[in-house]
């Protein structure tokens, strides 16, 4: 293999104010870290989005390389575990937050961080999923795991032209749940639509429940991508007995809070973490991606390939709010 390799990176050129650019960097300054991927893709998430613009929360020191999401061809492993050539998924983790991340053609990380790429799933499908699709498969766990079924009543999503909810609300429309999808860019309600939610709802439809202690229920369940006041808003509007799957703070991460619906209705609040879950957690989820809830067709429609080059561009694009779907970056391109 070459000793340089292609990667996004992150600079901080004046005090908070961060460069990003493609440069050439040396094999050798990776990690010291046993398994070495060639990465083939990797996907944009939020999160980078906030590492590419220096986000201290997320990422600490630069110059940096973000990306939480990667898969790719192991070149060795010093740890034994895997072949090379063997064809490896990485999310999470530390990956792309505080380690050299997947917007880069080569990434040294722990063994204990990868799993095998299922079969049935290909690099470029594990991508347009990455991150965001295995969030959304853990939310849609949590709610079938509550009880939810699609005789219940409507499913709210927030956020849902983002990439969890983009997918939240495919996969839940392929189990069945009549999906009624949240998003602050109505001029994309016929992707929702094609994506099989029920119905499209402008993101003010949940502003007036702001002042109320509770709401009239209008949904059986939820998942929320979005965090802040908008959490609590699908909160109170829950039906009897539901539960809201919540994974985002794109809208802050505090909200205010009564106990009415909780001891009133019996409503659960249900958190989804997707970084530091066990691997085996994680395995599970994509085998059934690959397998019962495998959509290739669907997958297509929310994807975009763009090349390395372009990643700034679109994590830019991401920051301001302006991203629809999912952004797969093709090292080939």
Partial sequence: MKDTFRAV??????????????????VGDLPDHPLLLAVTHS???YKDALSAFGNRGVTR????????????????????????????????????????????????????????????????ESMILGTAGLTAGLCVEK??????????GEVLVTGATGG????????????GFRVAAVTGKLESADFLTELGAWKVLD????????????????????????????????IKSLAYGGGV???????????????????????SLLGVDSVELPLEKKASVWR??????????LLNRIAEDISLEQAPEFLARLLRGHGIGRYVVDMAL
């Fill in 9 to 26: 990176w992150v600079e901080e050129v004046a005090p908070g104010k961060f460069d990003q650019r493609i440069v050439e960097r040396q």
């Fill in 43 to 45: 996907s944009l998430n």
């Fill in 61 to 124: 020191e630069y110059p940096h390389t973000p990306g939480i999401d990667a898969v790719g061809k192991v070149i060795e492993d010093k740890s034994g575990t895997y072949a090379p050539g063997d064809e490896l998924l990485v999310t999470g983790y530390d990956l792309g937050m505080n380690t050299c991340g997947g917007l880069a053609e080569c990434i040294r990380i722990p063994a204990g961080w990868a799993l095998p790429l299922p079969e049935g799933l290909s690099a470029r």
């Fill in 143 to 152: 709610l079938l795991e509550a009880g939810a079924k699609p005789e219940d």
């Fill in 164 to 175: 969890v909810g983009s997918i939240a609300v495919a996969l839940l429309a392929k189990l």
């Fill in 203 to 234: 993101r003010e439809t949940l502003a007036p429940f702001a002042s109320k202690a509770m709401a009239k229920p209008m949904w059986a369940w939820a998942v929320d991508t979005v965090g802040g006041d908008t959490l609590f808003n699908v």
């Fill in 245 to 267: 799957a919540a994974c985002g703070m794109a809208a802050g991460a505090q909200f205010q809070a009564n106990v009415f619906p909780f001891i009133l209705r019996g409503i």
């Fill in 288 to 297: 059934k991606f690959a397998a019962e809830w495998q959509n290739s067709e």
